[in-house]
T-cell receptor, first 115, second 112 residues
Framework: AQSVAQPEDQVNVAEGNPLTVKCTYS??????LFWYVQYPNRGLQFLLK??????LVKGSYGFEAEFNKSQTSFHLKKPSALVSDSALYFC?????????????FGTGTRLQVTL | KAGVTQTPRYLIKTRGQQVTLSCSPI?????VSWYQQTPGQGLQFLFE???????NKGNFPGRFSGRQFSNSRSEMNVSTLELGDSALYLC???????????FGEGSRLTVL
């Protein structure tokens, strides 16, 4: 069975400071990893994904994530946070076996960026 | 290119009724997935359809069902509604087997 853990319910950051939202995963085989963001009363927006290749993945809105196989982690990062980044962030994983696309999501981390 | 479209956006039902939610995927996407989002359970996978065939199903009771049409549009139905079915129902489509899911804005169901 595949699973995702987001250990922090909320992360608070001052605008202009770097941010990190943590994610660890468990999956049989090689993982496909994703980050999504959700604003209030909206659907999920795709930020970035890791399928294979370079461990540092760059995505939308200046976000990036680092895949670490030995630590089974896929932390989301941004060098300089903006107030508009305040939202709910979800990490998700699926294994690379078969063609079904069931994603398992973490419980979400609320990012609060303040002036 | 238009995104994933879900209708209706909001609806209120009473216990025992049934509801049908609709989803139009991004043009050219043949895979459609449905997820339920609640504060208590988070995001949970309901089912996935590809070319009118259900390929995967989550751990939900038989009251939850879905289908996909030849134009890739999908519907999900919940019968005999319960209070606990109140949730945001999200539909997503993707272009390829390993591609990312693109989500619609969701249908928020309130069961009274």
């Amino acid at each position: 069975a595949q699973s995702v853990a987001q250990p922090e319910d909320q992360v608070n950051v001052a605008e202009g400071n770097p941010l990190t939202v943590k994610c660890t995963y468990s999956v049989s085989g090689n993982p496909y990893l994703f980050w999504y963001v959700q604003y209030p009363n909206r659907g999920l927006q795709f930020l970035l994904k890791y399928i294979t290749g370079d461990n540092l993945v760059k995505g939308s809105y200046g976000f990036e994530a680092e895949f670490n196989k030995s630590q089974t982690s896929f932390h989301l990062k941004k060098p300089s946070a903006l107030v508009s980044d305040s939202a709910l962030y979800f990490c998700a994983v699926r294994d690379n076996t078969g063609t079904a696309s069931k994603l398992t999501f973490g419980t979400g981390t609320r990012l609060q960026v303040t002036l | 290119k238009a995104g994933v479209t879900q209708t209706p956006r909001y609806l209120i039902k009473t216990r025992g009724q049934q509801v049908t939610l609709s989803c139009s995927p991004i043009s050219g996407h043949r895979s459609v997935s449905w997820y339920q989002q609640t504060p208590g359970q988070g995001l949970q996978f309901l089912f996935e359809y590809f070319s009118e065939t259900q390929r995967n199903k989550g751990n939900f009771p038989g009251r939850f069902s879905g289908r996909q049409f030849s134009n890739s549009r999908s519907e999900m139905n919940v019968s005999t509604l319960e209070l606990g079915d109140s949730a945001l129902y999200l539909c997503a489509s993707k272009a390829s087997p390993i591609g990312e899911l693109f989500f619609g804005e969701g249908s928020r169901l309130t069961v009274l």
